[in-house]
T-cell receptor, first 112, second 113 residues
Framework: GESVGLHLPTLSVQEGDNSIINCAYS??????FIWYKQESGKGPQFIID?????DKRQGQRVTVLLNKTVKHLSLQIAATQPGDSAVYFC???????????FGTGTQLKVEL | DTAVSQTPKYLVTQMGNDKSIKCEQN?????MYWYKQDSKKFLKIMFSYNNKELIINETVPNRFSPKSPDKAHLNLHINSLELGDSAVYFCASSQGQSLGEQYFGPGTRLTVT
């Protein structure tokens, strides 16, 4: 998702449906990518990561897909639950020292 | 058993004041970071220390000075606070500078009036 104006892009899904959150990254030399979840009033929490030599990685209910050709990253959440409601950030490692550059975030809202 | 902790959680102060935010991690990590999150939720790295040595120093006003007394602590001191410094500041830590997740603290909401 891309940031437009003052509002985070928002994805609304029904409970039980699958969610797909997209991210366009900027640096073709980035070698590592992470998805973070941030609930209201809390710090970002690690969800899943992927190295640039992979195109897919699966975790518990989550899958990350990496398309280096178009510099696109996606996070798929299976059977979305109310507890998944949060802001989701992608981050890329753009240089030495484990420097992460974060995307603008996507607000996921799960409707009952 | 908090992994990364920050104090205070909330900080309200007036323009021109000097304030500090403290961060401690009990994960045994050797790399720590400070991030700033603005009102639009944009999260940007400010500083990173590895074994008390500054390794990342983004374009941040020199009113901001990080200090790492040991590898478990990274404090952020801010001089002459300005309205634009109002934000949520997050501390994070990781093991080394190689690939791996960064663990974030709960954040400090700074409001400058």
């Amino acid at each position: 998702g891309e940031s437009v104006g003052l509002h985070l892009p928002t994805l609304s899904v029904q409970e039980g449906d699958n969610s797909i959150i997209n991210c366009a990254y900027s640096n073709s030399a980035s070698d590592y990518f992470i998805w973070y979840k941030q609930e209201s009033g809390k710090g970002p929490q690690f969800i899943i990561d992927i190295r640039s030599n992979m195109d897919k990685r699966q975790g518990q209910r989550v899958t990350v897909l990496l398309n280096k050709t178009v510099k696109h990253l996606s996070l798929q959440i299976a059977a979305t639950q109310p507890g998944d409601s949060a802001v989701y950030f992608c981050a890329e490692r753009t240089g030495g020292g484990n420097k992460l550059t974060f995307g603008t975030g996507t607000q996921l809202k799960v409707e009952l | 058993d908090t992994a990364v902790s920050q104090t205070p959680k909330y900080l309200v102060t007036q323009m021109g004041n000097d304030k500090s935010i403290k961060c401690e991690q009990n994960l045994g990590h050797d790399t720590m970071y400070w991030y700033k999150q603005d009102s639009k939720k944009f999260l940007k790295i400010m500083f990173s220390y590895n074994n008390k040595e500054l390794i990342i120093n983004e374009t941040v006003p020199n009113r901001f000075s990080p200090k790492s007394p040991d590898k478990a602590h990274l404090n952020l001191h801010i001089n002459s606070l300005e309205l634009g410094d109002s934000a949520v500041y997050f501390c994070a830590s990781s093991q080394g500078q190689s690939l791996g997740e960064q663990y974030f603290g709960p954040g400090t909401r700074l409001t400058v009036t």
